[in-house]
């Protein structure tokens, strides 16, 4: 059973906006875990777009997203969401929602993913 699921995903022209979300897993808690989004493209490794870098620290984003995405959270819904605005064909791929609680040394869940195709 997933721990962390993830919607939001789909299909929309380049420029446009999605948001995406994922909530923890009913009865399961996040709390002590730091959050974040990666992603993985065809043919490419899965790396990282935007993560909390503690419980309570501000959010860090990969230089191709900076100013772009946001990411956020609902603590008391146990869930984060990802804000991607002015979309790109090179965003396309799989979302995965991922939590840690070792400072992103590994990752201890991550989510189904749900995927992102962005057209020109």
């Known amino acids: 059973q997933a721990q962390l699921v993830e919607s939001g995903g789909g299909l929309v022209q380049a420029g446009n906006s999605l948001r995406l979300s994922c909530a923890a897993a009913s009865g399961r808690t996040f709390r002590t875990y730091t959050m974040g989004w990666f992603r993985q493209a065809p043919g490419e490794e899965r790396g990282f777009v935007a993560v909390f870098t503690s419980s309570v620290g501000h959010p860090r984003y990969a230089d191709s997203v900076q100013g772009r995405f946001t990411i956020s959270r609902d603590n008391a819904k146990n869930t984060i969401y990802l804000q991607m605005n002015s979309l790109k064909p090179e965003d396309t791929a799989i979302y995965y929602c991922?939590?840690?609680?070792?400072?992103?040394?590994?990752?201890?869940?991550w989510g189904q993913g749900t995927q992102v195709t962005v057209s020109s």
């Open positions: 991922a939590a840690s609680n070792n400072g992103w040394r590994h990752v201890n869940f």
